[in-house]
């Protein structure tokens, strides 16, 4: 049987690194393999990943659920894909069981791992979601958009979208200050709250750096 972290890992590296090929429309080539300029969808999941570890055994969160829902939550999401509407949660979760089969993964978590990936999506909750293992993968994905990773993580993929400048990402940054308000005051579980709390200021201070740098000296000295 494989081990069912390989298989998710597999199945995320295959899809993603294909769709980052195609996102930026130019690849490198290592030993006759051609690898993407940044896998964001692989480098945002192994945060999700990363953040089920740690909030698990703080919650009492069945681990093997919210860490197999961190993998596969994003595994059929495209980058920038403007002409179909959003399905991601959806169609990762009819191909959990195809991923899954053959895994030495329990079939009788599958459900809850299937529940969990079908409420993640949304920046902001009108109420804390149940079970805890849903409220948790919701947590890790929202705290994976804030903090340090996530401004390297944002700062990659930035110029792809579009022709870009350190004024433009100021900017961005800023307006997404103002969403992450909302995520922060969402979060399901304290020990996420309080991390989001910290990687808010630390978001705040960051942006306010950038504007002292970039904006300030010239405002201060006009040409
Ligand atoms: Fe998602
Ligand atoms: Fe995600």
């Not at 590296?13 to 429309?25: H, P």
């Not at 009788?108 to 949304?122: D, E, L, Q, S, Y």
């Not at 022709?163 to 990402?169: N, R």
Request: charged fraction near 25%.
């Amino acid at each position: 049987m494989t081990p069912w972290r390989q298989a998710c890992e597999a199945a995320l590296r295959s899809f993603s690194d294909a769709d980052s090929i195609r996102f930026w429309g130019v690849a490198h080539e290592i030993d006759d393999v051609q690898a993407p300029i940044f896998n964001y969808r692989f480098e945002h999941t192994f945060a999700v990943v990363k953040m089920a570890r740690w909030l698990c055994p703080l919650t009492g969160a069945d681990l093997d659920v919210v860490e197999c829902a961190a993998w596969l939550h994003d595994v059929r999401k495209r980058l920038k894909d403007p002409h179909s509407k959003d399905t991601h949660a959806q169609d990762a979760s009819a191909d959990l069981d195809e991923i899954l089969t053959g895994t030495d993964f329990p079939s009788a978590k599958i459900p809850a791992v299937r529940h969990a990936i079908m409420h993640h999506v949304g920046l902001k909750l009108a109420k804390r979601l149940e079970p805890i293992e849903t409220a948790c993968l919701w947590d890790c994905d929202k705290l994976s958009k804030l903090g340090a990773a996530s401004l390297i993580h944002f700062g990659c993929i930035s110029g792809a979208f579009q022709p870009i400048t350190t004024e433009d990402i100021l900017h961005r940054g800023e307006s997404w200050l103002l969403l992450c308000e909302g995520i922060v005051a969402s979060f399901n579980t304290e020990p996420a709250k309080a991390e989001g709390t910290r990687r808010l200021a630390f978001l705040k201070s960051h942006y306010a750096q950038l504007r002292r740098e970039w904006v300030e000296p010239v405002e201060a000295c006009p040409p």
